[in-house]
């Protein structure tokens, strides 16, 4: 069995070939940072949207007491809040969240028409598509839980997601909050989830770095010779001839 030998030449093949691979990556960076800082912010801006919005609740009819509420069972937290203009109790108990009517106490369930309203607070424009999504996908990834996506019919693509157990409005997104996303991808490597920097590639290629500079000062070294160095030794048996 031939032994492979640890000459430089051995390390100026692999560095060579590293450093092609590395340098695709540094470009896929340099573009696509480029590309995120060139995107209007504003335009991006879904990712920034807060998710706990909420409108003023109606002010007429009387309120049941939460306490009254049967078949809920014990209840660890109760907030009044509005859902698309009616008020409604959200009631945190040991299993799930729960909605409650305000005026009667009956349950409340957020289907596709309570989701359709709650978007279209947030959005004039028509309506395209209600889906329900029994996970969150990629532009929702930040939230939890079963959504509702409300797709508008504007000229941005509009996407306005909506919780399917609490009726909250989580995010809206749009085609350049999807162009920067993609682009998001390719900078942090994550093609997966798109959202960590702590992933095998990303390491990978760190140490890959790490390597391409260490074996590049080794390869530095090893071009020189003495031959390159003789005009310095000429230069200085000038100076030292006197005059």
């Given at each position: 069995m031939k032994r492979i030998r640890l000459s430089p030449l051995l390390f100026r093949r692999i560095h060579k070939w590293v450093g092609l691979i590395?340098?695709?990556?540094?470009?896929?960076?340099?573009?696509?940072?480029?590309m995120m800082a060139l995107l209007d912010s504003k335009e991006v801006g879904g990712h920034d949207m807060a998710?706990?919005?909420t409108?003023?609740?109606p002010a007429d009819g009387p309120l049941i007491d939460p306490a009254r509420i049967s078949g809920i069972?014990?209840?660890?937290?109760?907030?009044?809040?509005?859902l698309a203009g009616r008020p409604v109790y959200e009631l945190r108990t040991a299993k799930a969240l729960q909605l409650a009517d305000a005026s009667d106490g009956t349950p409340v369930i957020v289907d596709a028409e309570t989701a359709q309203s709650v978007a279209a607070m947030m959005n004039p424009a028509p309506v395209r598509k209600v889906e329900a999504l029994a996970k969150p996908n990629l532009e929702?990834?930040?939230?939890a839980g079963r959504q509702w996506r409300v797709d508008f019919a504007d000229s941005a693509n509009s996407s306005a997601y909506v919780s399917a157990e609490s009726g909250r409005f989580l995010v809206m997104r749009g085609d350049t909050w999807r162009t920067w996303d993609f682009f998001w991808m390719l900078h942090n490597m994550d093609y997966v989830s798109r959202s960590s920097f702590n992933h095998p590639l990303i390491i990978f290629i760190a140490f890959g770095t790490l390597w391409l500079s260490g074996t590049g000062f080794y390869l530095l070294f090893k071009s020189f010779g003495r031959t390159d160095?003789?005009?310095?030794?000429?230069r200085r048996k000038v100076a030292a001839k006197p005059l």
């Amino acid at each position: 069995m031939k032994r492979i030998r640890l000459s430089p030449l051995l390390f100026r093949r692999i560095h060579k070939w590293v450093g092609l691979i590395l340098g695709l990556q540094f470009l896929l960076w340099a573009l696509s940072g480029s590309m995120m800082a060139l995107l209007d912010s504003k335009e991006v801006g879904g990712h920034d949207m807060a998710a706990g919005h909420t409108h003023p609740l109606p002010a007429d009819g009387p309120l049941i007491d939460p306490a009254r509420i049967s078949g809920i069972g014990a209840v660890s937290g109760v907030v009044l809040r509005d859902l698309a203009g009616r008020p409604v109790y959200e009631l945190r108990t040991a299993k799930a969240l729960q909605l409650a009517d305000a005026s009667d106490g009956t349950p409340v369930i957020v289907d596709a028409e309570t989701a359709q309203s709650v978007a279209a607070m947030m959005n004039p424009a028509p309506v395209r598509k209600v889906e329900a999504l029994a996970k969150p996908n990629l532009e929702a990834r930040e939230h939890a839980g079963r959504q509702w996506r409300v797709d508008f019919a504007d000229s941005a693509n509009s996407s306005a997601y909506v919780s399917a157990e609490s009726g909250r409005f989580l995010v809206m997104r749009g085609d350049t909050w999807r162009t920067w996303d993609f682009f998001w991808m390719l900078h942090n490597m994550d093609y997966v989830s798109r959202s960590s920097f702590n992933h095998p590639l990303i390491i990978f290629i760190a140490f890959g770095t790490l390597w391409l500079s260490g074996t590049g000062f080794y390869l530095l070294f090893k071009s020189f010779g003495r031959t390159d160095f003789r005009w310095l030794r000429r230069r200085r048996k000038v100076a030292a001839k006197p005059l």
